[in-house]
């Protein structure tokens, strides 16, 4: 008996620190949070510690059938090389996020929010009036291939309706996807913080463990004494906090624009700007949330 006492132990310590560490993590209760949309709520922070920081995180529920997502499709002039930038093929037309948005809503797409995505080339500070963009890593809209896998990670909707957030390796088949968008780099993987410790304006997209929900964060940097920015490893930690499970950090920086359909004094729709640092630069691509019809 003393031996089995002795085998176990350690087994029972185990279990009762992890317990114990289970019991302090704390998680964010999305019943406080807003309901914008029917099954899309937002949340915003205005974080003093450790420094000043405004976030703002919405949750889309991917199981909601009225919800569909869309990214940006293929430039007219798509495959042909970029004018003064002969190294690089057009994939998309650069468009701001606010102007994705309105394009959708004025073709009828009852778009209600809309985030920017992908990094892409040229960088945004040497391209001057170039209208297009390249490099996006794998990104599909509507099944239709936009750009090609670069070996980053990506978000994915799958044809039959599988979602996921991994690294899509370069030549992997990518028949069976609806959606993709790419990204920079993992900063949460399998409930794992991970990222860097500089401070910037950031995009992030995270996936719950059972992939229903959806989150976008955006957070505001650049502008003493309103919001200074955020780190990657932090933004791992915030999205760990909020439900995220698996995450990726998207174009950040001055691209990072987060924008919804609200109602004005006289009932009106109008675009509102939940973050407060972006110029409306234009970006290669956006991922929008759509709410449809059915019968």
């Known amino acids: 008996m003393k031996r089995i006492f002795q085998r176990l132990l350690p087994l029972v310590l185990t ?3 992890c317990c114990t560490a289970m019991a302090k993590e704390k998680w964010f209760n999305w019943e406080k949070s807003i309901e914008l949309f029917p099954g899309i709520r937002h949340v915003y922070q205005d974080i003093r510690k450790p420094r000043i920081m405004k976030l703002n995180i919405v949750r889309v529920d991917l199981n909601h059938k009225n919800i569909v997502l869309k990214t940006s499709g293929r430039s007219e002039y798509w495959g042909e090389m970029m004018p003064d930038h002969r190294n690089i093929r057009i994939r998309t037309r650069r468009q701001s996020t606010f102007d994705f948005l309105l394009m959708h809503r004025r073709a009828g797409v009852n778009m209600v929010l809309a985030v920017n995505a992908s990094p892409w080339q ?125 995450a990726l950090c998207m174009d950040s920086g001055e691209s990072t624009s987060l924008l919804m359909i609200a109602k004005d004094i006289r009932g009106k729709d109008v675009v509102h700007r939940l973050n407060c640092s972006s110029d409306n630069l234009a970006v290669a691509n956006s991922l929008g949330i759509c709410l449809i019809h059915t019968p």
């Open 15 to 17: 279990l009762l620190f």
């Open 122 to 246: 040229p960088h945004p500070q040497f391209t001057g009036t170039q209208l297009y963009a390249g490099n996006l890593g794998l990104v599909i809209s509507e099944g239709l291939l936009v750009d090609f896998p670069n070996g980053a990670p990506a978000f994915l909707i799958m044809k039959n309706g599988r979602r996921m957030i991994r690294h899509v390796r370069k030549g992997e088949d990518f028949s069976g996807i609806q959606l993709a968008v790419g990204g920079f780099s993992m900063i949460l993987t399998d409930g794992i913080p991970g990222g860097r410790n500089e401070l910037n304006s950031r995009t992030a997209y995270g996936l719950s463990a059972d992939t229903r929900f959806l989150y976008i964060v955006t957070v505001d940097g650049n502008i003493p004494g309103v919001s200074e920015g955020i780190s990657t490893r932090e933004l791992a930690d915030q999205l760990k906090f909020f439900g995220a499970w698996n």
